[in-house]
């Protein structure tokens, strides 16, 4: 028998009462992907308030690698709340914040000298990180990408790319933020391919130094080293080296967002890692936490220090609860083979992904790195146009047959997985089962005929 169970349509009575409520008390602008109440998690499953069983594709949107209500978590943070909450590194600290700062600065790429700062969200940290970053070189500016996204929060909506529903009507933003094409090579903005492009898009950052924005005027240039939000978009490998190349050349610091793309997603424990990249400052959040809210800043030594005392901190930020998760986080990927799992994971999607992209040209792009995997909908393959209801459907069929999911891109055609690592190789399958099945469905409902392989 599989772990997916459901015994109500979808969404359950108890659901569907919540819902009500939830109409009439909670703001429309905070949606969600499914119309589903949870009561219960463990590992890679949830159970809603009706006693249906999911698997669970979206892990909180990549908060739980490690997996849901993991014990050497629940032990470590047990363990704290038999001795005390809070009472804000501030004004009295405690050992756990320093403890993970050290091991933080272990294990982010680069043997040189760093520090780490604790804060509450991804875009808290972001924030932090381009505090720092303008502390320290005394410049104002910050180079963005196309695609990327960075946060909600004023100063990261600057930085993010997508209009609706994220931007349109937030305005004015931050100012000093500029942006320049990510390497998103199945949609290029300069209509090149790689590698006979050169890396067109990262050698151009000497021309927006030019005809943009002074390079002596730019603190940083942040990057996620996979697009999250932006559709889970894998530069080249050597993408990222020959941006910091030209970074370097005009002491301009490189910010790598791993807030989705770290803690083991990728197969590595940062993505950084598998570009051989040293990030100057690197930002985390997400699943650092296993699943209690924290994030971080972690850099060389001498530029997290640029801020004076009191320049950096916030009440709740690095609370002990959240700290003492993170560091049952870090044990888990030191005791447990969850980066190989993670690549396991990977490999296991891209072989069945293949297969529906040829059986059914809906599915234009197969790609990702390790456990972070995607396919990019579109309405014909030579044209690519965007097939975003067509995803829609896909995450619907989905849930309504056991599997969450959730869409990604900046043209919402993107169908993500961030599986809680621990996932197992029947849950895998099953999982694909039901995806393959809203695939076909899709592709199906169009009229079309599948190509046979
Ligand atoms: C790459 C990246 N940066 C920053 C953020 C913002 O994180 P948070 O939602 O915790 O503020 C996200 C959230 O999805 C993200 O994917």
């Known amino acids: ?169 937030f305005a004015p933003f931050p100012g000093d933020v500029y942006r320049i094409p990510y390497a998103y090579c199945y949609r290029c903005s300069y209509s090149l391919t790689y590698p006979s492009c050169d890396l067109f898009c990262a050698r151009h950052l000497e021309d927006t130094f030019k005809r943009v924005v002074a390079s002596e005027d730019v603190a940083a240039v942040i990057a996620e080293p996979v697009l999250g939000e932006g559709g889970f978009v894998v530069p080249p490998r050597d993408f990222f080296r020959t941006l910091i190349e030209i970074c370097q050349k005009h002491g301009v610091l490189f910010i790598a967002d791993e807030v989705q793309s770290g803690f083991g997603r990728t197969g590595r424990l940062f993505a950084s890692e598998y570009y051989g990249i040293e990030p100057d400052l690197i930002v985390t959040a997400k699943s650092l936490g296993g699943g209690l809210p924290l994030a971080a800043v972690t850099g060389r030594a001498e530029i997290m220090d640029a801020p004076g005392p009191g320049g950096l901190g916030g009440t709740f930020a690095g609370n002990p609860v959240s700290c003492a998760a993170a560091l049952a986080v870090l044990d888990i990927f030191e005791s447990e083979n969850l980066l190989e799992r993670s690549q396991a994971i990977g490999d296991r999607f891209q072989e069945r992904a293949h297969v529906w992209q040829k059986r059914w040209p809906i599915v234009g792009e197969v790609r990702g790195l390790g456990g972070m995997q995607a396919i990019e909908l579109v309405q014909s393959s030579d044209k690519r146009e965007p097939a975003a209801e067509e995803t829609r459907q896909v995450t619907q069929y989905c849930y309504e047959h056991g599997l969450i999911t959730i869409t990604a891109g900046s043209y919402s055609n993107v169908v993500r997985v961030l599986v809680p690592l621990v996932i197992t190789d029947e849950q895998m399958d099953e999982a694909l089962d039901v995806l393959e099945s809203a695939v076909q469905m899709v592709y199906e409902k169009r009229g079309a005929v599948a190509q046979t392989v």
């Open 1 to 169: 028998m599989g772990t997916i169970h459901l015994q109500t349509a979808i969404p359950g009575p108890k659901s569907k009462a919540l819902a009500a409520r939830r109409a009439s008390a909670v703001p429309r602008g905070l949606s969600h992907g499914t119309p589903i109440y949870v009561a219960q998690a463990e590992d890679a499953w949830l159970e809603d308030v009706d006693g249906n069983r999911y698997l669970d594709f979206a892990g909180g949107i990549g908060c739980l690698n490690v997996g849901h209500r993991r014990k050497p978590v629940l032990a470590a943070v047990s363990n704290q709340l038999d001795r005390f909450l809070h009472t804000c590194v501030q004004v009295t600290p405690y050992e756990a914040y320093v403890q993970l700062a050290e091991r933080m600065n272990r294990a982010t790429p680069g043997k040189f000298p760093k520090k780490t700062l604790f804060v509450n969200s991804g875009a808290e940290a972001v924030e932090n990180a381009i505090k720092i970053a303008r502390a320290h070189t005394g410049r104002p500016g910050i180079i963005a990408f196309e695609d990327a996204f960075h946060g909600r929060t004023l100063m990261t909506l600057s930085l993010t790319s997508k209009t609706h529903p994220y931007k349109a009507g």
